[in-house]
């Protein structure tokens, strides 16, 4: 197994770049088959993307934390396994909805601290295991104190259940709040070179030492130059930057940082994350891919050092495009 160097997400030690394995359940970047799956996840870890992102949302019956489950069998002590809870509402339980904006409409959890434990322990029966590394309400709920989820996963540390709390989705406030009742390790929030995160929410991570875990770190693929259109049953279909017309306009805004990655010698996608883990020592990116080519080159990342010069150029491109298609906003509007 490579290693790759390593960041601190609070006193967590994880790779300088993780893997995202949403990629690899059905219903999100088109079909991939349980073999595919599983040898995507384990040439990530041979890789030395040994800090693996998942949650029981992804897939039907916590389908991904339990490929998660199988590619760690064996070898759980070399990879960190983060998991999120939420989504899987049990039956009797209220689906607290809230907005997503775009065409994914709404989504529903429920976080209250009555479930919390459930949720975990159906998680570690799915990867096997029986410790989560990084735990985390996948999205805050918005009928539910974030103290009161907080505390509830808190319980489940004094156990020796979880390692380490991470919060997703979340704002600075609710940061700060949920980091007074449990220190935090982790905070996930989707960021990339056409997705800035929310300033507040990175300032208040660095004054209280929480690590950036950034989701989407290649825009979704978009990064990568290689998305021209998307094929049905694609859920970038319900975003409007990769509708046909936006999509063609945005590979053309970003012609100038294609040039620049290839004035370097790397790909786009290694620009895109290169760049992201130059927005601070505490960053993550987490990109997923079901290609083993893909992977090797997501992770060649980590040693490319870009020259304040280039991240100045990047960051001045960055500055003259506005992706087509809006930004969707923390609370489910659109700028
Ligand atoms: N907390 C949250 O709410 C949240 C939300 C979304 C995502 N996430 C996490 O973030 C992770 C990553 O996000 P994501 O999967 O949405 O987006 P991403 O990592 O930005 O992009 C994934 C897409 O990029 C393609 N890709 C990856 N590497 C490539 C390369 N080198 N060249 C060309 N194409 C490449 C993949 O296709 P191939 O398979 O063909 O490589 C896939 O279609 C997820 O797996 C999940 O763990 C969290």
Redesign the pocket.
Known sequence: MNHLPTRELGRLEVPAIGF????LSPGM?GEVGEERALAALRHAFDNGAAFV??SDGYGDEGHNERLVGRAVKGRRDEVVVAT?FGFRIPEGAEAHTFPVGFAFGELAVNAEPRYVRGYAEASLRNLGTDVIDLYYP??PDPRVPIEDTAGAVAELVGDGLVRFLGL??VTAGQLRRAHAVHPVEAV?T?W?MWRPADPELLATARELGVGVVG???????FL?G?VRQVADGDFRQNNPRFSEANLAANHDAYTALRGTAADLGI?P?QLALAWLLHQGPDVVP??????PA?IE??LHAAYIGLHPDTLERVDAALRRVRPAGGTLLQDGGVR
Do not use: C
């Open positions: 995202g394995a949403m990629v970047y992102d998942t999120k996948h999205f997703s989705n996930q989707e990339s989701w989407s770190p290649l825009g979704a693929g990568t290689n790909t996608g987490i990109p997923g891919s079901r290609t893909h080159e997501n």
